[in-house]
């Protein structure tokens, strides 16, 4: 398995506000050590009206693992 993550980025406007949707995916076996930062990393495309979402591959509770 890859440990490499992927990211689309998509920028675009609902009624005149300008929007960024972010979807990422991160293969499981880079899950825990990566999350924060490839967010961290995501910060520059930010703003105000952005959507984050996507397979994060990361447990909720250690019931998930």
Known sequence: AS???KR???KGSI???DITIVNIYIPKTAAHKNVKQILLGLKRELD???IIGGD???PVST???
């Open 3 to 5: 440990d490499v993550y």
């Open 8 to 10: 689309q980025v998509i």
């Open 15 to 17: 009624q005149q506000d």
């Open 48 to 50: 105000p009206n952005t």
């Open 56 to 58: 994060f591959n990361t």
């Open 63 to 65: 019931l998930d693992t």
